[in-house]
């Protein structure tokens, strides 16, 4: 039987085998500063399986690690400093899987209480768990340091993905009209979040321009996918000269 001073967590041992060790462990108590989370749901991001398979240095794991970013689930505890959460409350956010830090593969975690927020009553413990990561990217890209604005021509390059489906709605929340490229499987799903979707597949970035721009560019391009789309991005972007 299961102590409460114990809970079960996946560990990896090493990036070799990257595989999951299932264990039980100590439970953390929070310190002052944090929140004790039972963590109901956990996500997985493109970064979790890098890390994972040890292609994330910058991430800077230490083995043995309890990988996971995201998580959602229900203050256990709280520490002597917090006033914002209470047990019982709902939550979602970051945790670590970084830096030594304890991820969200486990059934409790203990959190810096400013990198949770409460989650909103119309998501599920599951939706609540698949934003934190892919939301924040998209929010520093576009509203951070692109600043899109009400009226701007924006493209989203990877509209259906993780972090595209995301910059499709920030965008269009500030008032933009946008335009996302995916395939012609995810069109109805583009045109749901209300973007403009594109076939990449049969539509060349050339094309692109010139139908949806008069060859003028787009105001601000947004990439999800990297590579030789990244070339692509840089073709689309509408040219401001600056006057001096």
């Known amino acids: 039987m299961q102590s409460s001073l114990t809970m079960r967590a996946l560990i990896v041992d090493d990036f070799q085998t990257a595989t999951f060790r299932s264990a039980e462990i100590p439970r953390p108590e929070p310190t002052a500063s944090q929140v004790l989370v039972r963590i109901k749901a956990s996500n997985v991001n493109p970064l979790d399986s890098k890390i994972r398979t040890g292609k994330a240095p910058h991430a800077k794991p230490i083995l043995p690690a309890i990988l996971g970013t995201d998580l959602a689930g229900v203050v256990e505890a709280v520490g002597q400093d917090i006033t914002a959460f209470k047990i019982g409350d709902e939550v979602y956010g970051f945790t670590g899987g970084v830096g030594g830090l304890q991820g969200s593969l486990a059934q409790f975690v203990a959190v810096d ?3 949770l927020a409460k989650k909103p009553v119309n998501l599920t413990m599951r939706e609540a768990a698949a934003l934190p990561l892919v939301f924040l990217t998209a929010w520093e890209g576009l509203v951070d340091r692109a600043n899109v604005r009400t009226d701007q021509n924006v493209l989203i390059l990877g509209g259906s993905g993780g972090v595209g489906h995301i910059a499709v709605q920030i965008a269009k929340a500030k008032g933009a009209k946008v335009f996302a490229t995916a395939s012609a499987a995810k069109h109805d799903m583009i ?5 403009i979707p594109i076939d990449y597949h049969s539509t060349s970035i050339e094309q692109i321009v ?4 008069d ?6 391009v947004y990439d999800t996918v990297g590579g030789f789309v990244l070339d692509n991005a840089f073709q689309a972007v509408r040219l401001w000269i600056r006057r001096q």
């Open 215 to 220: 060859g003028r560019g787009f105001d601000l």
């Open 191 to 195: 045109q749901q979040l209300g973007a």
């Open 210 to 213: 010139q139908m949806f721009t």
């Open 113 to 115: 209480a400013d990198l």
